[in-house]
């Protein structure tokens, strides 16, 4: 039967099979057994020879002008348009069938003479979703919505990336994440978001599953400030099969913090052997500029000199990372089980960059982890399936906290004299542990239905310590060393979900229901009592201020309480609360025909804390010829206040124009935030629309979809209050609140081309990755307070610049033989950001903010970076790799002044402030 074809597309179709004629070797011969092909192949087949057809095994549809040769000789055919094939063969012989964008196949003959042959595309996405959707007829290309799928496993082994989210900032477009300095807690876990939106409104899933959070919030000079995420860097790369990232509003699907999108990490499940590597890499200090000359003040770091907290003095490479990773895959009985297991050590030293004396130790923070993972599945029966995965992870960090001068008359009154009579730089360290299972049962009932039951649990803990310090406030007694306590989220889910999918109802429909209950408890605990404690001149904790004298150092300065660096969590500031939340969901995905597909789905949910939310998306896609489809969605969505953002509570010291501020970050149901007038903290809620369109010929696929994202009441960390008058033991006072309303708009580009070679052997990959996007704050919910005090412009530059304006990816790839080299160019729009001025002087109204707009505005320039990887396989066993990430050494272009808010020469943006990172690897499989 002759397939109903376009009559551009199948224009192209012959263009296409008279260009792959013209390149084979018997072409002549084709020739001469005539001008039409189909009068061949409409004949009885001749002795000796073998007749078939080529399909797309996806979809049936015949292949035109697939390539079909008996190894080892020259003869040789290609198929016809309607995908048949006549060559000589017999018994024995072998087939190699090669079609451009698949993966190339062989076939060894019996004695059938008419076959029928299948062939699998070569691209990424044609693979099978978990995500976006719960059919289980639904691929990438065919989605409603864009989904990005992500070969880490290949990534993960040749570019010399270690971690999850260095890989994909520089493969997925929308998503953003660099390493921070001098931000406390995110100097240990990356923040990272989709589409410039929060780092807590976008869910991650492990195989489908929903992952736990981290306990940190973020609250001190980075993005995502007020926002908890999930650490994607507890996940090892190496066990990591691929990462589907949906691109879109899904809390009608998923529940809280789908706003911004999904990304499901399928773990690997092979059963082949061990697969690992060993990796090291150094960073090159070389910075480029010669800012002492352009600075009278004595800078620190500046192409590796003048390193004075490096024990190993001046340096051309710091940063030396060693990552030993390893995979062990087994077959369990006869059935398909199998078991997966993975396992990773990794140790970074620190990184050093330019800094004045307030801020010597710029940088990325030194690490040392290991991880472990499993992943497993057993068939009990033909119908039923026992599934488990989980790990654990833990990860010691040291990052330097921003410096302390010298004590004196006119000094530091935080440095004590005879423990740090230079001053010192003391070093924020912490201990994570993140540990999760999940474990379940899917089972295919008589009816068609399929079941799947689950729990998971997971849980974050961390841990920090403060090294190379003093509390100032015990003079020379003080401990240098102190443990400041912590805080913990852990997290408890269990689901029920049933799905089937009816074939005969129209071109093919999916129903699915079920539900989900989820308890989370989080935790502040104390740290010891030297960390947080302010201490009278007698040495006994201040309790009673109007009795107790404070200390006063030598020089007459009354000293302050607390490590510096970071102040311990002290019994007040303790938390053990819970809350839980059930769900119920639906949805169905109908195929109205073969063109049109409708999805709906629908989901409510009751927490036990802030009350209920009901959600809704519409989905569609419309092909409106082979290869080419529509598609749009139009959805609400939420996010649940965390734990985190309604408990959290700290008293420490901040820094304001050079004097020490004593600030309270009050927790959301304290008095003192009632007293502000600061309301309970509700959901947040979304307004999400997308359309785009797709298409796909041969070895070319493309996608292009835009969107608008309406977030109202979204979670923030105010700027700071007056609070002296409050007798709260605090100058200051800042809280959470639902502050700002937000619009995020922008456009999605990915385009692949995929071309095998040499009977698929050999390929060559071409891919265009980019993300133009806006955020803007259309509304500050600041009530009767000061707007600018409230959250002012430097806060709200870093929601409106959190990601930037553009992002774009030129990844190139080719494989010949043994040898693979991949290149990939990402160049980021220019950033603007508002410097630490507005936090020195802050401005009250419009004339003052003028007057800062005017000397507070940093512009970071567009910029590139180049990394590149060659790679050579030695033997089956052993491959060598060596490149560069940020081949050029690009670095943010500075406005440094010395005002930025992490304190170094130029804030943590676009490519991050590490530069050029060179690597290599040995690759081993068995």
């Not at 937000?742 to 891919?767: C, F, Q």
């Amino acid at each position: 039967m002759i397939p109903k074809i376009t009559r551009i597309s199948y224009r192209l179709r012959l263009l296409f099979l008279f260009f792959m004629a013209l390149s084979l070797f018997q072409a002549d011969a084709l020739a001469r057994d005539g001008n039409a092909i189909s009068k061949e192949l409409s004949a009885a087949p001749l002795e000796g020879e073998i007749s078939g057809i080529v399909t797309d095994a996806a979809d049936n549809e015949p292949l035109i002008g697939a390539t079909v040769q008996v190894k080892g000789t020259s003869i040789g055919t290609v198929t016809d348009i309607n995908g048949k094939f006549q060559i000589k063969a017999a018994p024995g012989d072998v087939l190699v069938i090669s079609y451009l964008g698949y993966r190339a196949q062989q076939y060894e003959l019996g004695t059938d003479t008419d076959l029928v042959l299948q062939l699998e595309s070569g691209l990424a996405l044609s693979e099978v979703q978990v995500v976006g959707s719960r059919s289980y007829n639904r691929t990438a290309t065919e989605s409603p919505v864009a989904i990005d799928v992500i070969d880490v496993s290949e990534l993960a082994s040749t570019t010399g990336k270690v971690e999850i989210n260095q890989i994909l900032q520089y493969a997925a477009p929308s998503f953003n994440a660099t390493k921070q300095s001098g931000s406390d807690g995110a100097d240990h876990i990356d923040p990272a978001s989709l589409r410039g939106l929060g780092p807590d409104q976008t869910l991650v899933l492990i195989n489908g599953k929903r992952r736990h959070q981290s306990s940190l919030v973020n609250v001190f000079g980075t993005r995502g400030r007020g926002n908890s995420g999930t650490d994607l860097n507890a996940i090892p790369a190496s066990a990591i099969k691929r990462i589907e990232v949906l691109r879109d509003g899904a809390s009608a699907q998923y529940g809280s913090d789908a706003i911004a999108g999904v990304i499901n990490i399928v773990l690997k499940d092979k059963t082949d052997g061990v697969t690992g590597g060993i990796t090291y890499g150094v960073y090159s200090t070389a910075v480029g500029d010669d800012f002492e000359e352009i600075y009278e003040d004595d800078l620190f770091n500046v192409d590796g000199k003048n390193r004075v907290l490096d024990p190993d003095g001046d340096a051309s490479f710091d940063g030396n990372t060693a990552k030993v990773d390893l995979n062990y895959g087994i077959g369990l009985g006869k059935d398909g089980g199998y078991a997966n297991f993975t396992t990773e050590f990794m140790t970074k030293e620190r990184t050093l960059r330019p800094g004045f004396s307030w801020r010597k130790g710029y940088g990325s923070a030194a690490v040392d982890q290991f991880q472990f993972m499993v992943n497993a599945a057993m068939p009990l029966s033909e119908n039923t399936e026992l599934y488990a995965f989980g790990g654990r992870g833990f990860r010691d960090t040291d990052a330097f906290a921003f410096s302390r001068s010298a004590p004196g008359p006119d000094g530091d009154e935080r440095a004590v004299p005879s423990l740090y009579p230079e001053g010192f730089t003391p070093r924020i360290t912490s201990n994570i542990v993140d540990q999760s299972v999940s474990a379940g049962l899917r089972h295919d009932l008589v009816n068609g239905w399929k079941a799947d039951f689950n729990h998971t649990y997971g849980k974050n803990n961390f841990h920090y310590f403060i090294k190379g310090s003093n509390n100032a406030s015990l003079g020379s007694a003080s401990p240098t060393d102190f443990d400041a306590g912590g805080h913990s989220l852990s997290m408890n889910t269990t689901g029920l979900n049933l799905s089937k999918y009816h074939e005969n109802i129209m071109a093919g429909l999916n129903i699915a229901f079920g539900t989900e209950f989820r308890t989370e408890n989080f935790k502040i605990f104390a740290g010891e009592e030297a960390s947080y404690a302010t201490y009278d001149t007698t040495g006994t904790v201040i309790s009673n201020p109007a009795v107790q004298v404070p200390y006063i150092n030598e020089y007459g300065q009354a000293a302050p309480g607390g490590s510096q660096g970071f102040p311990g969590y002290s019994p007040a500031n303790a938390v053990d609360r819970n809350r839980s939340n059930i769900g119920f969901y639906g949805d169905v995905e109908l195929n109205a025909s073969e063109a049109l597909l409708i999805g709906a789905a629908v989901r409510y949910e009751d927490y036990s804390d802030f009350g209920n939310t009901f959600n809704y998306k519409l989905a569609s896609r419309y092909t409106i010829t082979e290869g080419i489809s529509l598609r749009a969605s139009v959805s609400s969505g939420f996010r649940a206040p965390s734990l985190a953002q309604i408990h959290y509570n700290l008293l420490f010291n901040n820094i304001v124009a050079g004097a020490s501020e004593r600030t309270l970050l009050a927790s959301n149901t304290s008095t003192v935030a009632r007293s502000f007038g600061i309301e309970p903290l509700r959901e947040e809620t979304a307004q999400n629309i997308a359309a785009g369109f797709t298409f796909k010929l041969s070895g070319f696929t493309a996608t292009v979809d835009a969107y608008s994202i309406a977030v109202d009441d979204r979670i923030i960390l105010t700027d700071v209050f007056e609070a002296t008058l409050l007798d709260v033991g605090a100058d200051a006072a800042q809280f959470f609140a639902n502050g700002i309303d937000t619009r995020t708009t922008g456009v999605d580009v990915v385009l692949g081309y995929k071309m095998y070679l040499n009977n698929g052997l050999d390929a060559v990959d071409v891919g265009v990755a980019a993300n133009f996007n806006n955020t803007e704050i259309d509304k500050i919910n600041s009530g009767n307070l000061n707007e600018y005090t409230f959250f002012g412009p430097f806060s709200q530059a870093y929601v409106e610049a959190a990601a930037p304006d553009y992002k774009i990816g030129l990844n190139l790839g080719c494989r010949l033989g043994k040898f693979q080299a991949l290149a990939n160019y990402t160049m980021f729009s220019e950033v603007t950001l508002q410097d630490f001025q507005w936090v020195d002087s802050p401005a009250e109204n419009a004339e003052d903010a003028e007057v800062l707009y005017s000397v507070a505005t940093d512009i970071y320039e567009a910029a590139g970076t180049l990394d590149l990887s060659l790679s050579y396989g030695i033997t089956d066993a052993f491959r060598i790799s060596v490149g560069a990430n940020n081949l050029l050494n690009t670095y943010p272009t500075p406005q440094f002044d010395g005002w930025t808010d992490q304190g170094g020469f130029n804030d943590s943006v676009q490519m991050g402030s590490d530069g050029a990172y060179y690597f290599a690897r040995l690759g081993v499989s068995f």
